[in-house]
């Protein structure tokens, strides 16, 4: 029980601690006393506190710096870009195992978009600094091994309720050999498991063999179950968390070649071209960013599937995916949130070289205006629905905000409003008919009545004026009887001078006719802009005027006179006809046509004599206002940019390096000399932009220097400091007192970097280093845009690129399928030819077949897949290569083949075919490229057979080993041998029969025995290299592409049977049956043996008399059991006895061990009473011999 309240205690959230209050300081004064107690109770007592044991404070240590150690790795330069592109995440599993419901989700979950038919590369933005490309791999092996080949982070999905299957161990296998990527488990299907016992076995068994294949510990998900058709969110959510935090080792392949993964494919190939030969080689370009190392241009690139190609030309865009902001935030907004997928129909812009595709859906195309003329002029008269008269007697003006509108009936008695009401009217009936169209959609006048009367002529449905789309112009609402009206400002001009002379007119207002002719201006000006915009955007109706003309005299329009550009001049027209009294013919009469060719003449001189932009003409009208930036991102994501758009203008307009004479300035003027003094050198500078002072600062930091090695001081040139005034001189004494300050800093800072480590070990220095490394790898071209820096460096990786390859294959085109990846993989400068390649291989251990010498393998070796005729071998102690005809069960052999020139170390692996839907294990073998050596020598054995045809003694003369009296004398002295194995010695040739010799052998020969002469023969490796070309096959039958069929394939495909020699057939052994005589013995013999050895006269037992069968006996039932229980007791008895008998055995044993040991000792006793014995009897004997002696001597 308490131990569930600790669980539920620990569960809870942990309550948010206060930083300030009585309450907090209370808390902290208490723990600095504590703090303050255990200090004083260690100083009180010190071995309290001490190491106790220091074997077990050894062991601690050891165990502390063997995880650190575990940790370190071999550290890299760090040469990942700032902007790095996107992470390749490779979804793989078998059919039917959730791969695409799970990057649904994962999409889903970092976006908040759906999607719905994925379809090639989907590439997110996931966080502040990463992005993700999310593919799915499907169980072809070519795309298995394409992908592993530059995949970042893999996803593996297991089914749970199957277990693993070929394809998982498969992918891993590939990906042990191209380097391995980080590999992430995903089990799915849990929901099958009913019993939770058997789920968490089924997850503890999968968890540890995925251990086994990746390493101990690999992260591996759960999924559960699935709600409506997905996984669920806070499973999701968990996943995608660790996705966007983990790390990269960076892979030797990878990193050391350019790659693209291709994202969007467009075939550039001429239209005329094409309608000449459907198949002609495609000039394609393919768009994607750039991983790796940096590309140069003209780089030879090998696309998987295809083939090798060359690189026509490479160009950065901007980024259609790009990171956010580096603005400090938690989150993402929605708008960050973006989603490329161009294959998938996902990603509306796509910005190219030459153009800017926008993809509208179907639903926001307007039909009506799909089926109207797109020529503005023939639209804006198609839309005509009310007379000019009719606009005119509708028609109201307001001179001045909140006075009385002035009618037609008004303008009676005043002809100069007539003159400004006619004119009013002409402007409003071109610019009503524009408003009408719906494109422009803007008020002629900003007359709320005409307004109303324009809307009751048009046909019901459809909008009016006002409600009509805005665009490329700033409104402004004026108020007239609690009406609204629109009127607009000058948006656009010609230079800024002119826009800010406009702002000036408008602000004034001080005169109706002034405020009508600035009317007028404007209406002329937007109905000629509407005019020429009927393929224009938004962006470019915030241009200038010029450009629209020439548009519109480039469709053959024609352009009213340029009265919006001269509002000075309108003015003064304005007030002559106010002033004069002058009286029209006729009421309304349109008398602005009047003098037509002088106002043009009038307006053009006028622009002469304007100041020109030339900001403008040098850059073009690239930059904008803040307010048209808005208008310039498409989706508020990218920036379209036209340098195009003046071209035309540029072509018309009138040279602006030419003055007019009246705008020459009046230099005699003391005023003009003055404006211009300060731009030249000898004008007043500031302090910090004056040339002496930089000069004389240059001199202090360069001029002197001294020598820290020998103290010698370097002083500058005299004739310099002489030149340098007394006020710019630094005191001596101070600067020698830096200087000396300085050399004494120098020398501790090198005092302590030799002597000071530190904690610091090798591997920190290490990895010191390689950051200082990487950060002038970064610094070096940070300076410079991107269009100079790729001059110098290359493509670097990060970058979205667009690459244009010619000569492809029309099938890559026409059979284009985005399931399969496109990869253009770079290859390097030596990469692109052909050779002899020594490799080293190993038969997969899972794969049912061995390999045999000369059979086709397609091999993956690099970026490259291709089929090849490999030759293995093996070599000896002396260092031949001997050739093997099939490859070892359970070892490295070596295998010689013709193919790409590829770095030594590169791994690969071999598939016998891309084709097979068995269920067998698909990799044949692995291995790795030794070296690229074609001075190494294959040989097989060869045995020449030759038959003695006169022996002599030990010399014999054998024939029909060679052929010629020139083999013979190539093989002298070679070694020979007899299969009895008698060895001999090749002597010399013979003059007949032809190719016959002498040898001589240990022993004499027999005319039966068989000379034999070993020798080794050289095996030339075919030239065979058949690239895989499986992306030119149609669809759905990419997985089907094969190449050379081995010889056992060819033979069951046609059905041919081998044929075998008549001398190789194993023919049946016959033998005769032998029939033995009968062993007779003599009679003499047979009383001599034995009775068990002499013969038996055994005579045949004939059948058993009747009366001596005995009968068979039926017992009763208690009979039965009496003989049960006889039966167990007499079992119970045997194994009594038997147990008995054993143990009297081991009883006896013992018995017998123990009485060897008695006789031993007593053997013993009796060896030594023995000695004793017969020591004494000798001793005895020699003291006989003496005293038998010594009696002799006496005697004599």
């Given amino acids: 029980m308490d131990g569930k309240v600790k669980e539920q205690k620990k569960e809870q959230k942990k309550h948010q601690q206060k930083n300030s209050g009585p309450k907090s300081e209370r808390k902290k004064s208490r723990k600095l006393d504590d703090a303050a107690v255990e200090e004083n109770e260690h100083k009180k007592n010190p071995k309290a506190f001490a190491v106790q044991s220091a074997v077990r404070m050894a062991k601690s240590f050891h165990r502390t710096q063997d995880l650190k150690t575990k940790k370190h790795h071999i550290p890299h330069v760090d040469r990942s870009p700032l902007d790095p592109p996107p992470i390749v995440v490779v979804v793989v599993g078998p059919p039917k195992v959730g791969k695409t419901t799970l990057i649904r989700c994962l999409i889903k979950n970092f976006t908040r978009q759906k999607l719905g038919d994925i379809r090639g590369p989907v590439t997110i933005v996931s966080g502040k600094k990463r992005r993700l490309t999310f593919i799915e791999c499907n169980n072809d092996i070519n795309t298995m091994i394409d992908l592993a080949k530059v995949a970042d982070l893999v996803l593996m999905l297991i089914d749970a309720s199957f277990g693993f299957e070929m394809e998982t161990f498969e992918f891993l296998n590939i990906c042990q050999v191209h380097g391995f990527p980080r590999i992430m488990g995903v089990l799915t299907h849990l929901d099958s498991f009913k019993n939770n016992k058997q789920l968490r076995t089924a997850k503890k068994v999968l968890k540890h063999r995925f251990w086994t294949e990746v390493y101990q510990g690999a992260k591996l998900f759960y999924l559960s179950g699935m709600v409506y058709g997905e996984y669920q969110a806070q499973e999701v959510k968990n996943l995608g968390r660790f996705i966007s935090v983990i790390k990269f080792r960076p892979l030797a392949w990878q990193t050391s070649h350019p790659y693209v993964f291709a994202d969007r494919m467009e075939d550039l190939t001429d239209p005329e071209t094409l309608r000449l030969d459907q198949k002609c080689d495609r000039t394609v370009s393919l768009y994607g960013y750039l991983r790796g190392t940096y590309l ?140 009408e169209d719906g494109d422009d959609g803007e008020d002629g006048e900003g007359n709320s009545d005409m307004d109303e009367a324009e809307a009751s002529t048009e046909q019901p449905g459809k909008l009016t004026e006002p409600q009509r789309v805005q665009t490329g112009k700033r409104l402004k609402m004026s108020v007239d009887e609690g009406e609204p009206k629109v009127s607009e400002t000058l948006a656009f001009a010609d230079s800024e001078d002119d826009l800010e002379l406009s702002k000036e007119d408008l602000s004034e207002g001080e005169s109706a006719a002034e405020e009508s002719d600035e009317e007028d201006s404007e209406s002329e000006q937007i109905e000629t802009k509407a005019a020429g915009s009927a393929f224009c955007s938004d962006e470019e109706w915030t241009d200038d005027e010029p450009d629209v003309e020439s548009t519109m005299k480039s469709e053959g329009m024609e352009i009213p006179p340029p009265k919006t550009t001269e509002k000075d001049l309108k003015k003064a027209k304005a007030l002559e006809i106010k002033g004069s009294d002058q009286a029209y013919e006729t009421d309304g009469a349109l008398r602005w046509k009047d003098d037509l060719q002088q106002k043009a003449s009038e307006v053009f001189l006028k622009h002469q004599q304007a100041a020109p932009n030339l900001r403008k003409h040098v850059y073009g009208t690239g930059k904008v206002s803040e307010c048209q930036d808005l208008e310039a991102e498409l989706g508020g994501l990218f920036r379209v940019s036209r340098p195009e758009k003046s071209k035309t203008n540029l072509a018309d307009a009138a040279d602006c390096s030419r003055f007019h004479p009246d705008s020459l300035h009046n230099w005699d003027l003391e005023e003009m000399l003055h404006s211009i003094a300060d731009c030249f050198v000898t004008g007043k500078w500031e302090e910090w932009q004056d040339a002496a002072t930089l000069l004389k600062q240059d001199e202090n930091l360069y001029g002197d220097f001294e020598d820290l090695e020998t103290g010698e001081v370097h002083n500058g040139d005299d004739k310099d400091q002489e030149t340098q005034p007394e006020d710019v001189k630094v005191d001596d004494e101070t600067q020698k007192k830096n200087k000396r300050l300085e050399k004494k800093r120098r020398l501790k800072e090198r005092f302590d970097a030799e002597y000071d480590d530190g904690d610091a070990t090798y591997f920190d220095d290490l990895k010191e280093e390689m950051q200082i490394q990487a950060e002038l790898n970064r610094t070096e071209f940070e300076s410079m845009d991107d269009a100079t820096r790729v001059q110098y460096e290359g493509f670097r990786p990060g970058m979205y690129v667009r690459l244009e390859i010619a000569a492809l294959p029309c099938e890559f085109v026409t059979n284009f399928d985005p399931h399969y990846p496109v990869i253009l993989g770079g290859l390097g400068s030596s990469e692109g030819n052909v050779g002899y390649l020594q490799l080293r291989l190993k038969k997969h251990r899972w794969y049912h077949r061995i390999l045999k010498n000369r059979d086709p393998l397609i091999v993956s070796l690099g970026w490259r897949r291709f089929q090849a005729m490999p030759l293995y071998h093996i070599e000896d102690h002396n260092g031949r290569h001997r050739m093997l005809k099939y490859t070892p069960q359970h070892m490295h052999c070596g295998a010689s083949i013709w193919g790409p020139i590829t770095p030594q170390g590169t791994g690969f692996l071999a598939v016998q075919s891309v084709s097979e839907t068995k269920a067998n294990f698909r990799i044949a073998a ?253 001793q005895q004997e020699n003291k006989s011999q003496r005293s038998s002696l010594k009696g002799a001597s006496q005697d004599g």
């Fill in 296 to 435: 140069k241009k003209h780089t030879q690139v090998h696309i998987p599937g295809v083939g090798d190609f060359s690189v026509a030309d490479v160009g950065f865009l901007p980024d259609p995916c790009p990171l956010p902001d580096t603005k400090r935030k938690r989150t993402l907004n929605e708008k960050e949130r973006l989603l490329y997928a161009p294959m998938s129909g996902v990603g509306g812009v796509v910005y190219d070289k030459d153009a800017v595709y926008i993809d509208l859906p179907r639903g926001h195309v307007d039909r009506e205006q799909e089926s109207r003329p797109t020529t503005e002029l023939v639209r804006s008269l198609i839309d005509t629905h009310a007379t000019l008269d009719a606009k005119m007697a509708s028609s109201k003006v307001s001179l001045f905000r909140g006075s009385a509108t002035i009618t037609d009936t008004d303008v009676e008695g005043d002809q100069q409003l007539e003159d400004g009401e006619d004119e009013e009217g002409g402007d409003d009936e071109e610019g009503g008919d524009d408003g």
């Fill in 926 to 1178: 692995t291995g790795v490229v030794l070296e690229l050596d074609k001075s190494v020598t294959l040989v097989k054995k060869l045995k020449l057979i030759g038959y003695p045809y006169k022996i002599y003694k030990n010399t014999s003369f054998i024939k029909g080993m060679f052929n010629t009296v020139l083999e013979v004398a190539k093989f002298e002295g070679a070694s020979v041998r007899t299969v009895s194995g008698v060895r001999g010695q090749i002597k010399k040739a013979l003059s007949t029969p032809a190719g016959a010799y002498r040898a001589t052998f240990e022993d004499r020969l027999l005319m039966s025995d068989i000379v034999f002469l070993r020798t080794w023969y050289p095996v030339a490796v075919p030239q065979l290299y058949n690239p895989v070309t499986s992306l030119l096959l149609p669809v759905g039958q990419k997985e089907n592409w094969s190449g050379m069929r081995t010889v056992g394939q060819l033979k069951h495909d046609l059905g041919l049977h081998y044929k075998p020699k008549p001398d190789s057939v194993y023919k049946p052994v016959v033998r005769a049956p032998r029939h033995f005589n009968r062993l007779n013995i003599p009679r003499q013999l047979q009383k001599a043996l034995p009775f068990k050895s002499k013969p038996k006269q055994d005579q045949g037992k004939g059948k058993t008399p009747r009366d001596l069968i005995r009968p068979t006996v039926v017992r009763e039932p208690h009979e039965r059991k009496v003989a049960a229980l006889l039966d167990a007791l007499s079992t119970v008895h045997s194994y009594q006895s038997k147990k008995a008998r054993g143990a009297q055995r081991l009883k006896h044993k013992d018995f017998l061990q123990q009485r060897e040991k008695q006789e031993g000792e007593k053997v013993k006793r009796q060896k030594e009473a023995k000695k004793k014995l017969y020591r004494m009897m000798g």
